[in-house]
């Protein structure tokens, strides 16, 4: 499998094509032909080596720089504390650190740090097979680190186009994550320019950037997606393809977004870092065709114990790390721990295994309620969770985000609301799984990952 | 509402002449309590009986979810969860029962 670098090369990408940031952008051309990190470049070969950049654009660089020359590279997202960086030096053998930015962490951690600067020297020579490793998201405590290929990663990615009908990419995801990184890779395999986004900066002044870049093809969580949504307007910017993935893309988002973008093509994709990217559904519909399930193909998809396993050449080939744990089954599948429920042809997602709520010993997938609740009008987002119970050992409780926050100012206002949400629940759901108390927030968080914020669930 | 011990006796603030021993809030935990057996039972289309101190909950016509819906709702509204530290009381079988225990649970938090 040829490097990164030399992908880029291959698809031969536009002069003016380049990697975009609020403040900085990089050519890719100089980054197919050039290397910023000097003579010491050479000192990475066959080296296990750690990317902990202050800025996405710094890691975009950095993979390019290590993917054909290092042995192993190991890609911190952006949220990984410092703290962790002893254990994860450890565990993955770090022997090296490449970054864009003055850090002490890193000079404290006793392996060479190397400073990124800009594309100028000559490229080593890139002849190993590097072993990518990523953080698994939505982990708590101790980080848990996966191993992928870059064939592995670039599995669902399209040939490049011809020139001229190149897409401009963007994505709300921060690359240094599984989801943003597969945008990354299809822009850099695809010799496709990238607007990366930055979290500081506000939304209006995002979609501007996006559309003076001529973004095409736009990424992101549903999250993301119903963040743009609540904005209302999204001025200029009109992308022809809309990508979600990452959280279950329910009916209203994507009725959202046929309508706001009536003439995009709008995809929902189920991939995670553990199981890569699984399918893409491009019908409108919320879920996946039944018949994806035991269909034959390099991605095979089956469910046992209710959730969905996956047999791919895209998954990972395993868990890293002192305590790591098996990471397929007897038959090679990857358990997801997505639930997923099968009606009229229809693949729904009902949440993640562990999520379930137990309402005296009958199960509540949140997701589910969720769905329910979103679909009132004066509804902006909802987040179900288990609330400890006396009597049932929980109860379903929803917090509950207003398309008009001022509708629950007056006592009348939140009793009158809560009725029609309940009364909506009552008639869609088994009692046990309508919420037994309602309350309405000014907002939801949502992670840096762009998922609801469960952490306090 | 605050109250202050005013030598030796409970006084509640705002509330000249009412008794000592606080009738007036407990009767508004009486009323919280059967209120919210109301409005649950209505929900979950439960037909309720008379709400008699001396009612079984059993008999009441309540299910064990109507019960832990009664029990958050009143946690949110009086700020207590007495079944979160019922020691030798034991659950409540009555509803003059449940409504004492809720008393109680009010009175101590002051």
Known sequence: ?457 | MEQHILNGTTRVEGKEGAEPDLPDEQSEIRRRVAACFRTTAAGQDRLLQPLRDDLLLLDSGLDSLCFAIIVAELEDQLGVDPFADLDDAGFPVTFGEFVNLYEAAAGSRH
Not at chain 1, 20 to 36: I, V
Not at chain 1, 44 to 63: C, E, F, P, W, Y
Not at chain 1, 361 to 388: F, Q, T
Request: proline letters at 9%.
């Open chain 1, 1 to 457: 499998m040829a490097s990164l670098r030399a992908r880029l090369a291959w698809a031969r990408p536009d002069p003016a094509s380049r990697i975009e940031a609020p403040d900085a952008s990089l050519g890719l051309c100089e980054l197919a032909t050039a290397s910023g990190l000097g003579p010491s470049a050479s000192t990475l070969a066959g080296r296990s080596v750690l990317v902990r950049t202050a800025r996405q654009i710094g890691a975009a660089q950095a993979l390019l720089e290590l993917d054909g020359v290092a042995r192993r590279l190991v890609l911190c997202p952006p949220d990984l504390a410092a703290a962790h960086l002893p254990y994860v030096v450890g565990a993955a053998e770090v022997e090296a650190i490449v970054t864009d930015v003055a850090d002490p962490a890193l000079q404290a951690l006793g392996v060479p740090v190397l400073r990124l600067e800009a594309p100028r020297a000559p490229v080593p020579a890139a002849a190993a097979e590097s072993e990518w490793l990523l953080f698994t998201s939505g982990t708590t405590g101790v980080p848990k680190l996966v191993a992928h290929s870059l064939a592995a990663l670039t599995g669902a990615t399209a040939p490049p186009a011809p020139a001229g009908e190149r897409p401009v990419w963007a994505t709300f995801y921060d690359i240094r994550r599984y989801g943003g990184l597969q945008i990354l890779l299809r822009a850099l395999t695809g010799g496709c320019a990238l607007v990366l986004a930055d979290p500081d900066e506000p939304l209006p002044d995002h979609l501007s950037r996006l559309a003076r870049s001529g973004v095409t093809h736009m990424s992101g969580t549903p999250s993301h997606w119903r963040r743009l949504l609540m904005g209302g307007q999204p001025g200029a910017f009109r992308p022809g393809y809309v990508r979600l993935s990452g959280e279950i893309a329910d009916q209203p988002v994507l009725d959202g977004l046929r309508s706001l973008f009536p003439h995009a093509r709008i995809v929902h994709a189920y991939a995670s870092t553990e199981a890569g990217v699984v399918f893409e559904v491009d019908d409108g519909r919320e879920g996946f065709p039944a018949d994806f399930l035991g269909r034959p193909g390099p991605v095979e998809m089956k469910l046992a114990d209710g959730s969905l396993r996956v047999r791919s050449p895209r998954t990972s080939t395993r868990y890293v790390g002192p305590d790591a744990g098996p990471l397929f089954d007897a038959e090679g599948f990857v358990d997801t721990g997505d639930i997923v429920e099968v009606r009229e042809g229809r693949c729904r997602f009902a949440g993640r295994r562990n999520g379930v709520i137990n309402v005296g010993g009958l199960k509540v997938h949140p997701e589910e309620v969720e769905a329910v609740i979103n679909r009132h009008p004066a509804v902006r987002l909802s987040m179900v969770r288990a609330r400890a119970n006396p009597i049932t050992g929980a109860v379903v409780t929803a917090d509950v985000a207003l398309v008009d926050p001022a509708a629950a100012a007056s006592a009348e206002g939140i009793s009158d609301l809560r009725a029609s949400i309940l009364a909506m629940c009552r008639s869609a759901l088994p009692p046990h799984k309508a919420p037994a108390t309602i309350r309405f927030v000014p907002e939801l968080r949502i992670t840096a990952g762009g998922k609801l914020d469960r952490s306090n669930a």
